[in-house]
Nanobody, 124 residues
C-alpha cells in the first residue's frame, strides 16, 4: 500500500514561511509525479504545485508563483513545498498526492494516492 506522509504544518504569522514535507517509499518517489493541493473549510480542494516524475518540470497555481516552491529530494525520497510570504488566505489543510509517471497535473482526479494532510494556519 502506498503511503504519503506529510509534515511541517503549523501556525505562522502573516509574512512568515513554512516548509512542508511529504515522505514516501523510494519506489513510488522515483516513478511518480507528485503534487500539493490544499483545502480550506467550505472550499473545494485546489491545486498548489506539482512536479514531474523526473523532477524536471514544475507547475504552479498562477496565484502562488513566486511565493511557493516545490522540490524533490531523491536522497530522502521526500517532496517539499517551501511557502514564503504566507497570507491568511493560505490557511488550509495541505495534501500531498502522487501518480506513477506523468508530468505533474493540476487536476486532483489524475492522482492515485493521497496523504492525510497537514494543517497550515496563518495569523494576521
Amino acid at each position: 500500500q502506498v503511503q504519503l506522509v506529510e509534515s511541517g504544518g503549523g501556525l505562522v504569522q502573516a509574512g512568515g514561511s513554512l516548509r512542508l514535507s511529504c515522505a514516501t517509499s523510494e519506489d513510488i518517489f522515483k516513478r511518480s509525479a507528485m503534487g500539493w493541493f490544499r483545502q480550506a473549510p467550505g472550499r473545494k480542494r485546489e491545486f498548489v504545485a506539482a512536479v514531474s516524475w523526473t523532477g524536471g518540470t514544475t507547475t504552479y497555481a498562477d496565484s502562488l508563483k513566486g511565493r511557493f516552491n516545490i522540490s524533490k529530494d531523491s536522497a530522502k525520497n521526500t517532496l517539499y513545498l517551501q511557502m514564503n510570504g504566507l497570507k491568511p488566505e493560505d490557511a488550509a489543510v495541505y495534501y500531498c498526492a502522487s501518480v506513477v509517471g506523468g508530468l505533474g497535473s493540476k487536476w486532483a482526479s489524475e492522482y492515485d494516492y493521497w496523504g492525510q494532510g497537514t494543517q497550515v494556519t496563518v495569523s494576521s
